[in-house]
């Protein structure tokens, strides 16, 4: 089983940068694909981002180009580094992690889930 724990939303202005982790535990990470998901008030969970365990990563077309995602496997950790963010980041903001994946945005792929952090931007 793997544990993981997010941490570091908040509320930031529009434009503003923020960073938000996952720590994992039970299990070491480095063989897994690891991925973002984010959910608004009264919408669906969707993919924001995804890291493999080499280190390839994707990104839904909403995020291109603001978020990077990143792992330390010395740390067990996943981040989130996010940029000029828009109110439209507004959501919960949700670790998962899978061994292997053939759709990587699929959410019903992943097999472990933290339990969010909220990131609210202010416009």
């Known amino acids: 089983q793997v544990q993981l724990v997010e941490s570091g939303g908040g509320l930031v202005q529009a434009g503003d940068s923020l960073r938000v982790s996952c720590v994992a535990s039970?299990?070491?990470?480095?063989?897994?694909?690891m991925g973002w998901f984010r959910q608004a008030p009264g919408k669906e969970r969707e993919f924001v981002a995804t890291i493999g365990a080499l280190g390839s990563t994707y990104y839904a077309d909403s995020v291109k180009g603001r978020f990077t995602i990143s792992r330390d496997n010395a740390k067990n950790t996943v981040y989130l580094r996010m940029n000029n963010l828009k109110s439209e980041d507004t959501a919960v903001y949700y670790c998962?992690?899978?061994?292997?994946?053939?759709?990587?945005?699929?959410?019903?792929?992943?097999?472990?889930w933290g339990q969010g952090t909220q990131v609210t931007v202010s416009s």
């Open positions: 039970g299990r070491t990470i480095s063989d897994y694909r």
């Open positions: 998962a992690a899978v061994t292997t994946a053939r759709r990587l945005t699929n959410k019903d792929e992943y097999n472990y």
